[in-house]
């Protein structure tokens, strides 16, 4: 886990059978606090999912207390570094789902797709028996996705069934392969169960999701164009999972480009081109009121906890 940067940055998930949740909860938030770990946890019936970030030794003693839990002994972790702390304090959170789809019935613990390595992930997204399936939410694949990939332009994954529904004969209409893929890898556990579901069996995701192939696959062979979005403050990584050039809108928590920025409708902390329309003047006055605060705070060396990421993956 060594790295140059000083911040050790865990994305992990397992999907397990809790029984009591809530009664996991407590210690796992006060060795987090105890160890100086920052970042979301979340925990539900069926596993946990989550970032945080810290020392190395602090990371690694919150990681032996997570898979000590039931089930998640081969917990899936994928590891990166920052210069500085990319979140402001530590949450674990009680949900119904670790990732969020509506689909009740969908168990990946039971049925789940192939998963492919990083290295043998061009070869398949490359055959034109497949067909290629980003699914993540689109202010995400707006920065960044694999050549030829397509984007289901859905706001959450809760839209995922029913994009695919609606559209799954055009989507399958001489092809027998899908290849799907997302962050970290979550996300493709339930997309792949819910398409088994769904009767189509050559179903494949990319182990370790995006990190893991821009962690492993050298640029110049490499597929993927763009920047990934990540749920923290780095914003975006690009390959080696090196910080990215995008900023983010303190206001509607979507990724801002560099033309983004120039934009006459981007305010620091205020407004962007993406949600100009989307706030009314109350709003934006509160905003821009929370903004001098966190400068002010800026100014005399505090941390000013503004709007927090919703953690998706």
Same mark, same amino acid.
């Given at each position: 886990?060594?790295?140059?940067?000083?911040?050790?940055?865990?994305?992990?998930?397992?999907?397990?059978?809790?029984?009591?949740?809530?009664?996991? #909860?407590?210690? !796992? $938030?006060?060795?987090?606090?105890? *160890?100086?770990?920052?970042? +979301?946890?979340?925990?539900?019936? /069926?596993?946990?999912?989550?970032?945080?970030?810290?020392?190395?030794?602090?990371?690694?003693?919150?990681?032996?207390?997570?898979?000590?839990?039931?089930?998640?002994?081969?917990?899936?972790?994928?590891?990166?570094?920052?210069?500085?702390?990319?979140?402001?304090?530590?949450?674990?959170?009680?949900?119904?789902?670790?990732?969020?789809?509506?689909?009740?019935?969908?168990?990946?613990?039971?049925?789940?797709?192939?998963?492919?390595?990083?290295?043998?992930?061009?070869?398949?997204?490359?055959?034109?028996?497949?067909?290629?399936?980003?699914?993540?939410?689109?202010?995400?694949?707006?920065?960044?996705?694999?050549?030829?990939?397509?984007?289901?332009?859905?706001?959450?994954?809760?839209?995922?069934?029913?994009?695919?529904?609606?559209? #799954?004969?055009? !989507? $399958?209409?001489?092809?027998?392969? *899908?290849?799907?893929?997302? +962050?970290?890898?979550?996300?493709? /556990?339930?997309?792949?169960?819910?398409?088994?579901?769904?009767?189509?069996?050559?179903?494949?995701?990319?182990?370790?999701?995006?990190?893991?192939?821009?962690?492993?696959?050298?640029?110049?062979?490499?597929?993927?164009?763009?920047?990934?979005?990540?749920?923290?403050?780095?914003?975006?990584?690009?390959?080696?999972?090196?910080?990215?050039?995008?900023?983010?809108?303190?206001?509607?928590?979507?990724?801002?480009?560099?033309?983004?920025?120039?934009?006459?409708?981007?305010?620091?902390?205020?407004?962007?081109?993406?949600?100009?329309?989307?706030?009314?003047?109350?709003?934006?006055?509160?905003?821009?009121?929370?903004?001098?605060?966190?400068?002010?705070?800026?100014?005399?060396?505090?941390?000013?906890?503004?709007?927090?990421?919703?953690?998706?993956?």
């Amino acid at each position: 886990m060594s790295g140059q940067l000083p911040i050790t940055v865990a994305a992990l998930y397992q999907f397990t059978r809790f029984d009591d949740p809530a009664a996991l #909860r407590e210690p !796992l $938030l006060a060795l987090c606090e105890e *160890v100086g770990i920052k970042g +979301t946890l979340l925990l539900a019936k /069926e596993g946990i999912n989550g970032t945080v970030a810290g020392s190395e030794n602090a990371i690694r003693q919150v990681l032996a207390h997570i898979r000590a839990l039931p089930g998640c002994t081969s917990l899936d972790v994928k590891f990166s570094h920052a210069a500085e702390m990319p979140f402001h304090r530590m949450k674990v959170r009680l949900k119904r789902e670790i990732v969020t789809m509506g689909e009740p019935d969908i168990d990946p613990t039971l049925s789940v797709g192939h998963y492919v390595d990083p290295q043998d992930w061009n070869a398949l997204i490359s055959d034109p028996d497949t067909i290629v399936i980003d699914t993540r939410n689109d202010y995400e694949v707006a920065c960044g996705t694999f050549r030829g990939a397509i984007d289901p332009r859905t706001a959450s994954f809760r839209e995922f069934p029913e994009w695919f529904r609606q559209h #799954r004969d055009d !989507l $399958l209409e001489g092809r027998k392969k *899908v290849a799907m893929f997302c +962050t970290g890898g979550i996300r493709c /556990e339930k997309s792949t169960s819910f398409l088994r579901a769904e009767g189509i069996d050559e179903v494949y995701h990319l182990k370790g999701g995006i990190l893991k192939y821009l962690e492993q696959v050298p640029e110049e062979t490499s597929l993927w164009d763009g920047e990934c979005f990540v749920f923290d403050e780095r914003v975006t990584v690009k390959h080696g999972l090196e910080v990215g050039a995008y900023g983010l809108c303190r206001a509607c928590r979507r990724p801002v480009s560099e033309a983004d920025q120039q934009s006459p409708h981007y305010v620091e902390g205020v407004s962007c081109p993406h949600c100009i329309d989307e706030r009314d003047e109350e709003q934006r006055a509160r905003y821009a009121e929370r903004q001098r605060q966190e400068e002010l705070a800026r100014q005399r060396g505090l941390s000013h906890v503004g709007a927090e990421f919703s953690h998706e993956e």
